[in-house]
């Protein structure tokens, strides 16, 4: 079965860095695109970063652009979130989800991982 | 960006009632639209995509319609399983968003 399981997360002070990993396993990982979604504690879903199948286009959230990047690597069948620079308000949940293409031609996270806890605190 | 508005943004209910939440969007996004439902401590998990299509391993009694800038999801008969948080989730255009969530609770 599809499996997606997420490390790397911890405690790290501002303006630090720390890089997210996202195992996947079940599916074929290079044929899908895949995302970074972030939860802070008690609040909703937020976007993060998008990659596609291959690597070759990535798209982010204005409030993490030029301090995270998003990557893959398909031998590995693992996505990555570099995280850079970051602040108290980047403290989160951060799950990794796998995007599908539904019959209708729209796209839609078919999976998610169990998440990954990043506390920024001095 | 497109900006989702959910309402209500929670709602107390039986089991056995039926559940109406809306999803409104910003500007059109055709049937882009996906519902998924999130129980405390848990990943989301999806319900519905491209507005009404049910996915697999999902109970019937949810459904979704809607096209444009209105959709609803629908519990037709709420169990005790169901009481969680749901959240829309457009993916028209980047950056993909989502509402801000509408929590069920027990009546």
């Known amino acids: 079965q599809v499996q997606l399981v997420e490390s790397g997360g911890g405690v790290v002070q501002p303006g630090r860095s720390l890089r997210l990993s996202c195992a996947a396993s079940?599916?074929?990982?290079?044929?899908?695109?895949m995302h970074w979604v972030r939860q802070a504690p008690g609040k909703g879903l937020a976007w993060v970063a998008a990659?596609?199948?291959?690597?070759?286009?990535?798209y982010y959230a204005d409030y993490v652009k030029g301090r995270f990047t998003i990557s893959r690597d398909n031998s590995k069948n693992t996505l990555y979130l570099q995280m850079n620079s970051l602040r108290a308000e980047d403290t989160a949940v951060y799950y990794c989800?796998?995007?599908?293409?539904?019959?209708?031609?729209?796209?839609?996270?078919?999976?998610w991982g169990q998440g990954t806890l990043v506390t920024v605190s001095s | 960006d497109i900006q989702l508005t959910q309402s209500p943004s929670s709602l107390s209910a039986s089991v056995g009632d039926r559940v109406t939440i809306t999803c409104r969007a910003s500007?059109?996004?055709?049937?882009?639209l996906n519902w998924y439902q999130q129980k405390p401590g848990k990943a989301p998990k999806v319900l519905i995509y491209a507005a009404s299509s049910l996915q697999s391993g999902v109970p019937s009694r949810f459904s979704g319609s809607g096209s444009g800038t209105d959709f609803t999801l629908t519990i037709s008969s709420l169990q005790p399983e169901d009481f969680a948080t749901y959240y829309c989730q457009q993916t028209y255009s980047m950056p993909w968003t989502f509402g801000q969530g509408t929590k069920v609770e027990i009546k």
């Open positions: 079940g599916f074929t990982f290079s044929n899908d695109g």
């Open positions: 989800a796998r995007e599908l293409i539904g019959a209708a031609g729209t796209a839609y996270f078919a999976q």
């Open positions: 500007q059109s996004i055709r049937n882009y």
């Open positions: 990659i596609w199948y291959d690597g070759s286009n990535k």
